[in-house]
């Protein structure tokens, strides 16, 4: 379980313990697509503009677009420190945090940082070990990686092949991280149609994982349907190089949502993308593909359905879920576009590419989702900007306040507030302008989540970003110290 400490700061502090339990596959600027970009062609915003020095402006004005580079932000956001990727022709992916660490996946590795002080963090190693898209987790001593590439072998020299190939790898890899500067590759796990992301599921002696994968080729041999479950990998915490796959349960037996051209514009569910749990409750949410789904997981090796819904007018590809403090609602992200597509713009709209907020109503086997409304950022990007909804974390606020941090890729980072589910509104962000002007390239802000007081950014092209939120809607989360966030398995924040 990750354990939280809440703190009222005035001579000293008092802490009081309480328990508590992707980019694109080819440039879509419409429809669904898979979240896996080419590292091999990164566009504008790597290589020598990954150093230039950004002009930082104030709040945007409506309608208004920041210049290339620039960096805007609101009144109430700050960025208090920056640090270049390690790698500058890497895209950066997912965070996990454990004590005084950030641990920053990319695609041909990852990167530890201290982050003890916030204004200066600094590197402690990087571990070079590709296979896209590298979605990372964290608990002990213990680090996981998923790959979702493939790759000629399980090792950290591998080199990327066809996936007709019969020697294809992909799946998760496992590190010891005790000596942070130098973190062992200790074990692998081969998984169906390998592991484009994960989500870490405590159990007593036990960790589990439960492996989301999915093709939008199905020529893939381990992808072809039906691929309509999800892996669940077993970690015993004392004999982690015992870790197995012991079950594959099955989540659309009647194959999901068959996408276009029944459904036009949608995906065709051949899987899950994310899934967020949160073990206090024994719940999780799955966003797959074409479908959302609600289920129980009291028996951590048996998930079981609830509820699921679909929205076949205006969610393409669903991305990933974030429940809010009560567990009466769940925030859906729509990754149109694959997270390559310029959708952030005038001519997409606001209800597309955007969140879907949904209640969750009844009770035992009896819950349902209910839709309440979409949030979009209210800025409009240029034509030249990656941007679409994507991975965020709620903000520890309390007191029925519902506000979450959300990445958009090149429409930054965006800090909401969803406490009346049918009215949604944003009360801070931060951006950069366009990385080109001329044509459009991956950047942007990858993950947005808050921890122990601060906003990490990881930007695919600009590296690791602090941002500190002043805002008395969130002065309450200052409070709160964590000591383990992995986002996708949601700590109990009451």
Same mark, same amino acid.
């Given at each position: 379980?990750? &354990?939280?400490?809440?703190?009222? =700061?005035? *001579? ?25 970009? !080419? ?34 932000? &609101? ?8 640090? #270049? ?15 005084? @660490? ?24 990087? =571990? ?5 898209? *590298? ?49 062992? @590759? ?38 072809? #349907? ?36 029944? *459904? ?9 993308? !994310? ?22 997981? /009291? ?6 359905? $609830? ?12 991305? &990933? ?8 609602? =769940? ?18 709209? #606001?209800?597309?590419?955007? %969140?879907? $907020? ?18 979009? $950022? ?14 965020? &974390? ?14 958009? @890729? ?16 944003? $009360? ?5 302008? #366009? ?21 990490? /950014? ?6 690791? %970003?602090?941002?500190?939120?002043? %805002? ?19 700590? %109990?924040?009451?």
């Amino acid at each position: 379980m990750t &354990s939280l400490h809440t703190r009222r =700061v005035r *001579n000293r502090r008092v802490g009081v313990a309480v328990a508590a339990a992707g980019l694109l596959t080819t440039l879509l600027t419409a429809g669904p697509a898979a979240a896996t970009p !080419d590292p091999g062609d990164l566009g504008p915003g790597h290589g020598n503009q990954q150093n230039a020095g950004p002009v930082e402006g104030g709040e945007l004005a409506p309608g208004d677009i920041p210049g290339q580079d620039e960096i805007v932000h &609101s009144r109430n956001i700050k960025v208090v420190a920056n640090i #270049p990727s390690s790698d500058p022709t890497a895209v950066n992916s997912d965070l996990a945090f454990q004590g005084r @660490y950030a641990y920053a996946g990319n695609y041909n590795g990852f990167t530890i940082y201290d982050i003890a002080n916030p204004k200066a963090p600094k590197t402690v190693s990087h =571990v070079l070990c590709p296979g896209g898209q *590298n979605d990372i987790s964290v608990y002990g001593d213990l680090l996981f990686l998923s790959t979702d590439s493939s790759r000629s072998d399980d090792s950290c020299s591998s080199v990327s092949q066809p996936a007709t190939e019969k020697s294809s790898w992909e799946g998760i890899k496992i590190f010891d991280i005790k000596d942070k500067k130098n973190p062992k @590759y200790i074990k692998s796990v081969e998984t169906a149609c390998g592991s484009h992301t994960h989500t870490l599921v405590p159990d007593g002696r036990d960790i589990y994982l439960y492996v989301a994968s999915y093709s939008p080729n199905e020529a893939f041999p381990d992808c072809k #349907p039906p691929h309509d479950g999800i892996s669940v990998v077993k970690v015993p915490k004392k004999a982690p190089t015992n870790a197995a796959v012991v079950a594959f349960p099955i989540l659309f037996p009647d194959g999901g949502n068959p996408g276009g051209p029944t *459904n036009p514009g949608v995906s065709k569910t051949t899987g899950c993308h !994310d899934i967020t749990v949160l073990p206090s409750r024994k719940l999780a949410a799955g966003a797959c593909m074409g479908d959302g789904i609600l289920f129980d997981i /009291s028996r951590p090796e048996q998930p079981r359905v $609830i509820d699921r819904v679909q929205d076949n007018v205006n969610f393409a590809f669903w991305h &990933s879920a974030t429940f809010n403090e009560r567990a009466d609602k =769940v925030v859906f992200t729509d990754e149109l576009g694959g997270g390559g597509g310029a959708t952030c713009n005038e001519a997409t709209g #606001p209800h597309r590419g955007a %969140d879907g $907020i949904y209640d969750i109503t009844g009770r035992g086997d009896q819950r349902k989702l209910a839709f309440r409304s979409y949030f979009k $950022i209210p800025r409009h990007q240029a034509d030249t900007e990656n941007c679409v909804a994507h991975n965020g &974390s709620l903000i520890p606020v309390g007191g029925g306040r519902d506000i979450m941090v959300q990445a958009w @890729y090149q429409g930054g980072v965006s800090v909401w507030e969803f406490t009346d589910s049918a009215r949604p509104r944003e $009360i801070a962000y931060f951006e950069r302008g #366009p990385l080109s002007t001329d044509r459009i390239g991956l950047g942007g802000s990858w993950s947005a989540y808050y921890y122990n007081g601060h906003i990490y /950014s990881n930007d695919i092209a600009k590296g690791l %970003d602090v941002l500190r939120l002043d %805002d008395w809607r969130t002065e309450s989360a200052k409070w709160v110290w964590m000591d383990r966030l992995n986002v996708q398995s949601q700590p %109990d924040y009451r």
